[in-house]
């Protein structure tokens, strides 16, 4: 990472500290009040846009729980779905518990 990309990320986090929106022409202020006047303009445009409506400290509390959603039931009743959910949870873990048995049957492994 460039010194550009990250005084601009630090300025953005800056901006979201404060509850202030996220453009262009605020990430450029605050680089030229840091005196970083080396920073290209399109650091600033591009960060602006690639965080354009979103929640910078959101994203920041979130950063590891984005994975391990369960996929949607593709049939049945609108109502049941949520309880359908850890059912069908736990019958993905027997089916991967039975594929990793199923290897130690062979009589061999991996350091044998």
Do not use: H
């Amino acid at each position: 990472m460039s010194n550009s990309e990250l005084a601009t990320s630090y300025a953005a986090l800056i901006l979201a500290d404060d509850n202030i929106g996220i453009t262009a022409d605020k990430l450029q202020t605050l680089l030229k009040a840091a005196k970083l006047d080396d920073v290209e303009s399109i650091w600033t445009t591009l960060f602006a846009k690639a965080l354009e409506g979103k929640d910078v400290k959101d994203m920041l509390l979130n950063v590891g729980s984005g994975g391990g959603a369960a996929a949607a039931p593709s049939g049945g009743a609108a109502g049941g779905g949520a309880a359908d959910a850890p059912a069908e949870a736990k019958e993905e873990e027997k089916k991967e518990e039975e594929k990793e048995e199923s290897d130690e049957d062979m009589g061999f492994g991996l350091f044998d």
